[in-house]
């Protein structure tokens, strides 16, 4: 075990350069390593052991080849769900109690584990979800830097507390874990996201039911075999596949359960947050809820913007990773002095995506995540067409094989209009005409999102006044409105983008923690 004087600084997991050809390779061999074991087997995990679910089972395919099954996973069911609560709660007793250094070594090992594995990890995510070589090293990177970053933080807060000093007593403030916490991630970062919204309370000292993405059971079920693998203790990181009907429901209102750590759409969420007010019989306090919930994120681009540097940020912001970010740049806003120019440049970069399989490290653009998702977006797109927006790029799936959609732009935007306002979750983009910097920070605060946001231009003044007025939980200068990292970027939104969390940041393991004042009278 490390002490804490050998506990270095945090610092960011690098990105992988695959321009190198040794790098390249492996990862190739990964893949085929990965691809030749599929269809993986994915059972659930209570207390210390595999069993299989009392709902069956079912399956997560390859958005990017469908005939391609990528893990049959077992279904749990409510009974499974029961039994995992129950003994995640008999485990918080002797898990709360150790020292954050003991909780703090199993995470630091995953993350030394995970390293020399990441390769593995990412592989798994370019079939299971569609991510490209670069965003599915990104996920993996994401998800070590939680494991090490809240590893530190679960140190940091158990360490003394600073209080006022008075005469004749005592005083100590200690902040104490909650209990039992349901975490459900969402699809689209099934590692980084699935890690942090799960370790981060084990760090703390609570116990946690973990219900993964129905998409992402695989990648998912290799983390769990990684926890495994270092020991952590029986119940305390508990497994249980299945429906949010089932599954996710119950969690959410079973009295047992203290919070529920949430990242998913803006209904679900609001549909969590309703079902969490409620009290239920026998339970004797408020539940917690930590939900980021999505975003309809811009991108300002003002006349005395890099018109160059805003233009390839832009396609990575929009593009990347199928658009199926909740950071992503679905808003495009653009002085008109600049409008035409800036399209001219941005609008070959669209039209010349590569796209494909994601296994081909060629391949920019992959498929959405399943078929339902798809169709949300070409209704989207169909909306677009009938409000009169122009289109002038894609619109159309891009192959039969998966759920592919061609990176699609739209022009003529109005701020009233579907794809201005609406969450598509998907490669398209709305660009409005603003004429002056004032109606496009209106534009960009239109929305009943706040997640995130971009700026562009030189002007130090208007700088200045983009940093207070424009309403986003991150706000980035002159750089895209994606990519946050861990300790750098604290990562959370305001309205209905959540409850105003920040993942990686010193924050977050407050939220599941409590305060308690011990004083003591001198004699």
């Known amino acids: ?42 059972r659930l995990h209570i207390d210390g052991e595999d069993c299989d679910g009392g709902a069956g089972t079912f399956e997560s395919t390859d958005p990017s080849m469908v005939s391609r099954v990528v893990a049959n996973s077992a279904k749990g069911n409510k009974e499974d769900a029961l039994r995992a609560v129950a003994g995640a709660h008999k485990a918080f007793g002797e898990w709360s109690r150790r020292s954050a250094a003991d909780r703090a070594e199993y995470l630091f090992k ?33 998800a070590i830097d939680f494991l090490e970053f809240y590893a530190r933080e679960a140190l940091r807060w158990e360490r003394e507390q600073p209080l006022t000093r ?17 975490a ?29 993405a129905s998409d992402s059971p695989g990648i998912a079920s290799m983390f769990i075999d990684l926890m495994k693998e270092v020991g952590l203790p029986a119940g305390v990181l508990q497994f249980v596949p299945g429906s949010g009907s089932d599954v996710g429901n119950l969690l959410v209102e079973h009295p047992q359960i203290r919070f529920i750590n949430f990242t998913g759409s803006m209904e ?10 409620k009290t239920g019989e026998g339970q004797i306090w408020l539940k917690r809820v930590i939900a980021e919930m999505g975003g309809k994120d811009f991108m300002l681009i003002d006349e ?45 970069l ?66 009233n209009d579907y794809i201005f306002q609406t969450e598509l979750f998907a490669p398209v983009v709305a660009v409005h005409k603003v004429q002056s910097f004032e109606e496009g920070v209106e534009a960009a605060n239109d929305t009943i999102f706040g997640l995130t946001g971009s700026y562009f231009g030189k ?65």
Request: contains cysteine; negative net charge; glycine residues 10%.
């Open 1 to 42: 075990m490390q002490t804490t004087s050998e506990i270095t600084p945090f610092v960011n997991e690098p990105f992988v350069d695959f321009s190198s050809e040794e790098n390249a390779s492996a990862f190739r061999a990964a893949l085929e390593k990965t691809e030749s074991s599929l269809p993986v087997i994915v």
């Open 110 to 142: 995953a993350a030394r584990i995970m390293r020399l594995r990441k390769h593995e990890f990412s592989a798994m995510m370019v079939y299971e979800v569609g991510k490209s070589w670069a965003e599915a090293d990104g996920d993996t990177a994401e």
């Open 166 to 182: 008075i005469p004749g007593e005592s005083n100590e403030l200690h902040y104490i874990p909650l209990g039992v916490g349901a």
């Open 184 to 212: 459900i991630p969402p699809w689209n970062f099934p590692l980084a996201i699935m890690v942090g919204v799960a370790m981060a309370p084990i760090a703390a000292g609570n116990c946690m039911v973990l219900k993964p």
């Open 268 to 277: 679900v969420g609001k549909g969590i947050y309703e079902k969490a007010g």
């Open 304 to 348: 005395d913007a890099d018109i160059d540097k805003a233009v390839q940020q832009t396609y990575a912001a929009a593009f990347g990773f199928q658009g199926q970010k909740c950071s992503a740049c679905s808003r495009l806003i653009l002085h008109e002095s600049i409008h035409d120019q800036f399209m001219e440049k941005f609008l070959p």
């Open 350 to 415: 669209v039209e010349a995506t590569t796209v494909g399989h994601p296994s081909e490290q060629k391949n920019f653009l992959a498929a959405m995540i399943n078929e339902s998702a798809m169709n949300d977006a070409l209704k989207g797109i169909e909306e677009a067409k009938k409000a009169g927006n122009t289109l002038v790029a894609g619109g159309e799936r891009a192959s039969e094989e998966g759920w592919y959609l061609q990176p699609t732009v739209f022009t003529g935007v109005g701020r």
């Open 459 to 523: 002007d130090e003044d208007k700088i200045a006044r983009a940093k207070i007025e424009l309403h986003a939980g991150n706000l980035y200068i002159n750089r895209k409105c994606t990519g946050a990292l861990v300790g750098a970027h604290p990562f959370g939104g305001f309205n209905m983008s959540g409850t105003d969390s920040k993942a990686g940041s010193r924050d977050y393991l407050g939220l599941f923690l409590q305060a308690k004042l011990v004083s003591r009278a001198n004699k």
